[in-house]
């Protein structure tokens, strides 16, 4: 909070505003005078930060009205990638980018035009909204690495993902690749308070992380062995006496066949699979069954591990059945979505789109889970059962490399225009190289975000998104809880900043769909989203400043009444919506996807075991990197690596050093540490250099030390139930580097 300004002279208004830097959407109170934002504090009243902010929230003024930020619409003048610009009003760029669809739309079908997004910070309902009434089955996230397989494969098993943690009762809290010391600080907060009243914590990483280092246990894996770690915990719970017999009696079909199935996966078994010792699995194992009730926490580390990630999900889904973890006080909820106020889903218009179209969807003939096909099996079960179906824009999307694929071979059928919003493929998706090509590629892209990122650079339209302070937010994961947190906007955007809703709208009314978008602003929309709410609020804004939250009273053990939202009503160890799709109904073992056991080969080649990303303070995947006091905090990538590691390489502290697989190099420094294994580095991702040339084919830096060169998305290395992709358990070499990166910060 600034104290240069006076906050009590008058006309000073105090706006009910959140944080969208991260998912933890943290509450603001933003001092607003004369459509400025004088200062912002943390919000004391909002359950998550009670009232702190992490050094990004902090900056929010500085990234409001950074001299970077992309203020105007801006068109393409020179050539592609060359840098030159014209700012444009905002309709004129609305009719030209309209006018281009409309065009690729007559000439290849409506599933010539694709979308892509990023990690949830937009309203991404509107986007599919757009993309049904337009007639394309093409939107896609690169949510695919992040909680969308679990949440589908799940729902498989159990009828909802259990998300919600009820936290505050539970007695074991398994962290699970996941690590809220530097990717949820506010939740990391309320884990240490609870630790301290007797909840014990397992922390399944490779790295001794800021979380790690607080852990009851640490199980610190080889990364991607995490299903050989989850069968033998099912072994282990099931053969040493720590089932729950009543709950597998009486509310799972397939505990004979699931039994019979882990019979042979003892932790003797895992431990040369996962480095880890029998006992220290054992320990594990014992920790989460005998203190009941628990919960497993989903990280994004197993959505990120390519091949065997759907079956270590469904491994990992069965232990919280086996121990009856499900729905009951301190356990893993089963929430449902809402039934209280209007879904995502049900803004979507996913019915519009035709059957014929729906089938058109790149990748669902590979990956059925979040594609069509399993999505619409799934989502009929959960209408049926909850009424109301998980949110489409999330969980049915379009397998992202395959439509970098078809953009660049124009197989099975052209992809001509890309639509890139709240995303930065180039440094988040997977194998940069082959992303390049396509954005490079493809006929017409337009950008819209902050910043002239490197994937904007290369687009044909760049249009500027208005931020947190400047548009409401409701937060609802993914549009899937049955509780709903909301914010105001504390100003009107900026110059020519709109908000992403807007986007959608106006490009949507440009392009035909009158009478499809009722709501001339995102607060008429999340109005008519909240007002069966039964609150006394007249309008949006009116509800954010006398309620603001919605958390409907908890109910567990729904089952008992109801059963399970699966064909049979149970949970289904022995899964038949699985075995519909063509998946295996059981987890079947397959090792990491690239591995010394199964590629001899390659692993004397590249004899070092990586992983890449892991979020770290103070940035954001590739966000926040040009805001200078926050590249103070860290100016250089980093990776780790073992000193016994680097001394075999005569690699230093600070050296500059490349990390090579089989897709490619990268450069960042060695950071020597002991709290990685010696076969074992870790790479940071998102990072690439705004400071440098903007220009194709410099583009920021963007390949030099971008952690996403190294990952691959081949079809053979994704998982096979959802198309997600391989970030975690590859093999690489790192080497040290002649020079450093072109130019250092600090
Ligand atoms: N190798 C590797 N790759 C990974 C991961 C990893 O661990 N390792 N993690 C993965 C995960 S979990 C995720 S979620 C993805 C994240 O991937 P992305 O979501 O693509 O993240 P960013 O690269 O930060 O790109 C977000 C862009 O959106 C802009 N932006 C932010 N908010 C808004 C908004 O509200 N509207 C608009 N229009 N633009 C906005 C930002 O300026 C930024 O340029 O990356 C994945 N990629
Ligand atoms: N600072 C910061 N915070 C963030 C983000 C960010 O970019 N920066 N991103 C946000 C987003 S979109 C997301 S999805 C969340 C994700 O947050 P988390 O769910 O916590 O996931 P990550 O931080 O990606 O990775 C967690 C841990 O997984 C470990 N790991 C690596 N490989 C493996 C493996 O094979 N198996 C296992 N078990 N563990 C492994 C890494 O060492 C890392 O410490 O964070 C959010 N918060
Ligand atoms: S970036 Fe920091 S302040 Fe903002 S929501 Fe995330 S944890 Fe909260
Ligand atoms: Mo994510």
């Known amino acids: 909070m600034s104290k240069n300004v006076d906050l009590n002279q008058e006309g000073v208004q105090v706006k009910k505003s ?57 068109k393409r003048v020179g050539k592609r990638g060359e840098g030159k610009w014209e700012k444009i009003p905002w309709q004129q760029a609305i009719d030209e980018i309209a006018a ?13 035009v694709a979308t892509a997004g990023g990690t949830q910070r937009t309203d991404d309902w509107a ?22 397989p679990t949440f589908m494969v799940e729902t498989a098993i159990y009828g909802w993902c259990p998300f919600d943690l009820d936290i505050g009762n539970s007695r074991c809290l ?16 309320h884990i240490k308070e609870l630790q301290d009243k007797g909840l014990k914590v397992i922390v399944i990483d490779p790295r001794f992380t800021e979380t790690a280092a607080k852990a009851d246990l640490w199980l610190p894996l080889r990364p991607g062995s995490d299903l050989a770690l989850a069968l033998s915990w099912l072994h282990v719970i099931i053969y040493e006496g720590m089932a729950d017999d009543d709950f597998l009696t009486n509310w799972c079909t397939g505990y004979e066949e699931l039994a019979a199935h882990v019979v042979d996966f003892s932790p003797e078994w895992a431990a040369p699979l996962t480095w880890l010792t029998p006992e220290q699995i054992r320990a594990g194992a014992v920790m989460y069954a005998t203190n009941k009730p628990g919960n497993i926490q989903w990280g994004t580390s197993v959505d990120q591990i390519g091949r065997p990630a759907g079956a270590t999900m469904h491994a990992r889904a069965l232990l919280r059945a086996v121990t009856g973890n499900l729905d009951l006080p301190g356990g893993d909820l089963l929430t449902g979505p809402s039934k209280d106020f209007i879904t995502d889903e049900e803004m979507e218009a996913n019915d519009v789109l035709t059957a ?45 490399p395959s439509v970098f694929r078809a953009i660049i071979s124009g197989e099975p ?45 290369l687009a044909d339209y760049v249009i500027p998104s208005a931020g947190a302070l400047e548009r409401p937010t409701i937060t609802s994961s993914y549009g899937c809880a049955d509780f709903l947190l909301a914010s105001q906007r504390a100003i009107q955007p900026m110059y020519g900043r709109r908000n992403d809703y807007n986007f959608w709208r106006d490009l949507g009314l440009a392009c035909g769909q009158q009478g499809n978008w009722p709501w001339e602003t995102v607060e008429d929309a999340y109005f008519d989203k909240i007002k069966g709410l ?88 590739s966000e926040h990197f040009q805001i200078t006091p926050l590249r103070y905090l860290n100016h250089s990538p980093y990776m780790d690596i073992n000193p016994e590691t680097a001394a075999k390489l005569s690699i230093q502290d600070g050296d500059w050093v490349w990390i090579e697989t089989a897709r490619g190099r990268i450069r960042q420094k060695a950071n020597l540490t002991p709290g990685i294994d010696p076969r074992v580095v870790f790479t940071q991702r998102g990072w690439w250099y705004p400071e440098r040339d903007m220009r194709d084919p410099v583009l920021g830096g963007c390949m030099e030390s971008n952690a996403n060169v190294l990952t691959t998305t081949a079809d053979v290395d994704c998982d096979p139930f959802s198309g997600a992709w391989a970030n975690r358990g590859l093999m690489c070499r790192v080497y040290k580097a002649e020079q450093a990166a072109e130019k250092e910060v600090c």
């Open 127 to 148: 986007r599919r909204r757009f993309m049904n009434y337009f007639g394309s089955p093409n939107g896609f996230h690169n949510a695919h690495l992040c909680w969308i």
């Open 356 to 400: 014929g179209q729906k089938a058109k969807q790149l990748g669902s003939d590979k990956f059925k889970m979040v594609t069509w096909p399993g999505y619409q099996r799934i989502a009929d079960l959960t209408k049926k059962f909850w009424g109301k179906a998980p949110t489409a824009e999330w969980m049915c999307e379009a397998h992202p």
């Open 174 to 189: 398994v962290l699970w690749g996941q690590n809220p010391g530097a990717s949820g600080m506010p939740e990391m907060h």
């Open 534 to 621: 039964g609150y006394d609020a007249k309008t949006y804004d009116e509800f954010v400043e006398n309620q603001r939250f919605h958390f409907p009273e908890r109910e567990y053990s729904k089952y008992k009444e109801r059963g399970f939202a699966t064909p049979s009503g149970k949970v289904e160890l022995y899964s038949s919506v699985l075995e519909e799709l063509g998946y295996p109904p059981l987890p079947q073992y397959v090792g990491p996807t690239e591995n010394e056991i199964d590629n001899p080969e390659l692993a004397e080649k590249f004899p070092l075991v990586l992983t890449t990303g892991g979020g770290f303070m103070p940035f954001h995947h």
């Open 100 to 112: 281009r669809l409309q065009d690729i739309k007559q000439k290849f079908g409506p599933e010539a």
């Open 413 to 457: 059928y052209p992809v001509k225009a890309l639509l890139v919003s709240a995303t930065n493929p180039i440094s988040s998706y997977g194998e940069t190289k082959l992303v390049m090509e396509a954005l490079r590629k493809v006929d017409f892209m337009i950008a819209h975000d902050y910043w002239m990122t490197p994937t904007a650079s």
């Open 18 to 74: 959140a944080c969208y830097f991260c998912h933890q959407n943290c509450g603001v109170l933003a001092y607003v005078k004369d459509n400025k934002v004088l200062a912002i504090e943390g919000d004391p009243e909002f359950p998550t930060n009670q009232g702190g902010l992490c050094c990004r929230g902090n900056a929010a003024l500085l990234h409001l009205d950074h001299p970077d930020r992309v203020n105007y619409p801006l």
